[in-house]
């Protein structure tokens, strides 16, 4: 019985032995587990940041993609607008030949060489984008408010107006319609 016995506890003290280390493995299994939820959780939460600035950078591009677009059309536009000015300038340098020798047409053609100086300035500007001086910036900003014609402050729209005043300026001293 004492050999009967003395197996029995060998059995059983095998079996707790047996219980005792699945018992360590089960809970290194669920520690495995949490582990792992957390970095899943962890790497979730990294793409859906990275998803947030994914969006983020995509709309960004699309507005500036918009922006460029519409700066593109504008710039077209003045393109098509200061080579319409050359068009204009020679029209008055014709009407001033045609009425050559009056005072008006002196001062028209005072006027046209200031303004042509300017378009130059204007389409140099233009042609060389890529070198932003200063004083080119000055010649494709605006004017702040409206001020005597100077370099520094031209754009393109004031040369127009200079050309339809030296145009009606000398239209009127010579009894004939402006035409507008």
Do not use: C
Request: no cysteine; aromatic share 2%.
């Amino acid at each position: 019985m004492s050999r009967e016995k003395a197996r029995h506890e060998d059995t059983e003290k095998a079996r707790k032995d047996e219980i005792s280390r699945l018992k360590n493995v089960l809970e290194q299994y669920r520690a495995g587990l949490v582990e792992l939820r957390a970095k899943r959780l962890e790497t979730a939460h990294k793409y859906q940041k990275t998803t947030v600035l994914l969006k983020a950078e995509m709309e960004r591009r699309t507005k500036l993609e918009s922006v460029a677009l519409k700066l593109k059309e504008e710039l077209q536009h003045v393109k098509k607008r200061v080579r319409g000015l050359p068009a204009l300038v020679q029209a008055v340098k014709d009407l001033v030949k045609h009425l050559d020798g009056s005072e008006a047409s002196l001062i028209i053609q005072r006027r046209i060489k200031k303004v042509a100086s300017l378009l130059k300035a204007i389409q140099a500007a233009r042609d060389n984008l890529e070198s932003t001086s200063d004083e080119d910036e000055a010649l494709l900003e605006p004017p702040k408010r409206r001020e005597a014609l100077r370099p520094e402050i031209f754009t393109e729209e004031r040369p127009i107006e200079e050309l339809m005043d030296a145009l009606t300026t000398l239209t009127s001293a010579e009894g004939l319609e402006p035409a507008r």
